[in-house]
Structures are given as structure tokens and as C-alpha cells.
T-cell receptor, first 113, second 114 residues
Framework: KAGVTQTPRYLIKTRGQQVTLSCSPISGHRSVSWYQQTPGQGLQFLFEYFSETQRNKGNFPGRFSGRQFSNSRSEMNVSTLELGDSALYLC????????????FGPGTRLTVL | KQEVTQIPAALSVPEGENLVLNCSFTDSAIYNLQWFRQDPGKGLTSLLLIQSSQREQTSGRLNASLDKSSGRSTLYIAASQPGDSATYLCAVRRGGGSQGNLIFGKGTKLSVKP
């Protein structure tokens, strides 16, 4: 069974631009969560989607948004990029409605110049 | 507010040694606890998941325990190998029904010397 895939793996943007990251969960998984990892703050929760609905959101500004499609694939968007948005963005999938084991993708490394 | 702490932040041991990594959390109302491994610049690999009703889980050379009442978990690695070198992260999933994101500690960076 294929694992969680994330595209692109690396991205370089400049301040003020926007970016879209994509995540394909493990086949059959319906829940997708996004996390931001930085050296200073560690791993922080962004949002979680289940059946195309956002059911949980972390403490990030409105510039960070996401969505989930009917095939469970998810995208997150960051608008008006800031230098501090440079981070590893990780996507995780889990099977169903309950808080089961989460499986992470390889991440997208975003660098904002 | 749930906080997760991992001690030590870094650990260096000679190959073959048994070792224990510690994780503590401030709110015992958790749904489960998960241990992960992260290699430099990579994603997270799930090692063990312990449900709140369980006391321990084992997988190969790894054994994780959970004491909810004291807010502690330990990850025991037997007969360590250089390939075990990585950062180990502990995360708790808060209770309260089907919702609840993972809250992570900052990790323990393990180095196993040949």
C-alpha cells in the first residue's frame, strides 16, 4: 500500500507570493491533517479535514487555509508569504472518523526569500 | 493547555546499549500517545501507538509504556544500533471525542556511536 505523498517536495518563494501544497493520503484514509515544523517552534498543528470538512484548526493566521476533495486529497494554501513561513510542512492521514494512528508524508520544504 | 516535554533533548550512547527516552504531558485527558522517529530533513515514521487504556506496546526492540495518571511515557530501545540514530518525537492526542490533533514534544536527538 502506498504511503502518504506530498508534492512538491521542495519549494522556493519570495515574500508576498502565495503557495499551494498538495497531499494524497493513504488509500482508504479519509482524515488528513497538516502540521508546520520549524526549528524554533517544533511541530505545530495547522488543520484537520475529514470528508471534505474542516473539523479542527490550530492557532495560525487566516493566511493559512486548506481544503479536501472528494477523493480525500488535500491542499493547503499560504497567501502573502512571510519569511517566518519557511518550514517543513507535513501532512498526515488516518483511517477514519476516530483519532486513530497517524501516518506522515515526507513533507514539503518551503523556503521564503 | 496540554504541554509535552521530552528529556533529554539529546543523547549519545555507544552501540549495543539499552536506553530510555522520556516524555511527559501536563493533561492526563488524552486519547492516545504516539512515538515517532524522524531522520534529518525527512517526514515522521510512526513507531508505536498506545491507546489511553493501554499500559504498553512493543514492536521488535522497542517498548513504549504509558502512565496516564502521572502524565508520563517512556520509549525503551534495546541493544541500540547506529541505524537507530534519529530524532524521536512523542505526541499526545487529546481526548474529547473524535476530534483532537496531535500535540508534539520537541524531541530527543539520539546518536548511537559504532
Amino acid at each position: 500500500k502506498a504511503g502518504v505523498t506530498q508534492t512538491p517536495r521542495y519549494l522556493i518563494k519570495t515574500r508576498g507570493q502565495q503557495v499551494t501544497l498538495s497531499c494524497s493520503p493513504i488509500s482508504g484514509h479519509r482524515s488528513v491533517s497538516w502540521y508546520q515544523q520549524t526549528p524554533g517552534q517544533g511541530l505545530q498543528f495547522l488543520f484537520e479535514y475529514f470528508s471534505e470538512t474542516q473539523r479542527n484548526k490550530g492557532n495560525f493566521p487566516g493566511r493559512f487555509s486548506g481544503r479536501q476533495f472528494s477523493n480525500s486529497r488535500s491542499e493547503m494554501n499560504v497567501s502573502t508569504l512571510e519569511l517566518g513561513d519557511s518550514a517543513l510542512y507535513l501532512c498526515a492521514s488516518s483511517p477514519g472518523q476516530g483519532p486513530g494512528e497517524q501516518f506522515f508524508g515526507p513533507g514539503t520544504r518551503l523556503t521564503v526569500l | 493547555k496540554q504541554e509535552v516535554t521530552q528529556i533529554p533533548a539529546a543523547l549519545s550512547v555507544p552501540e549495543g546499549e539499552n536506553l530510555v527516552l522520556n516524555c511527559s504531558f501536563t493533561d492526563s485527558a488524552i486519547y492516545n500517545l504516539q512515538w515517532f522517529r524522524q531522520d534529518p530533513g525527512k517526514g515522521l515514521t510512526s513507531l508505536l501507538l498506545i491507546q489511553s487504556s493501554q499500559r504498553e506496546q512493543t514492536s521488535g526492540r522497542l517498548n513504549a509504556s504509558l502512565d496516564k495518571s502521572s502524565g508520563r511515557s517512556t520509549l525503551y530501545i534495546a541493544a541500540s544500533q547506529p541505524g537507530d540514530s534519529a530524532t524521536y518525537l512523542c505526541a499526545v492526542r487529546r481526548g474529547g471525542g473524535s476530534q483532537g490533533n496531535l500535540i508534539f514534544g520537541k524531541g530527543t536527538k539520539l546518536s548511537v556511536k559504532p
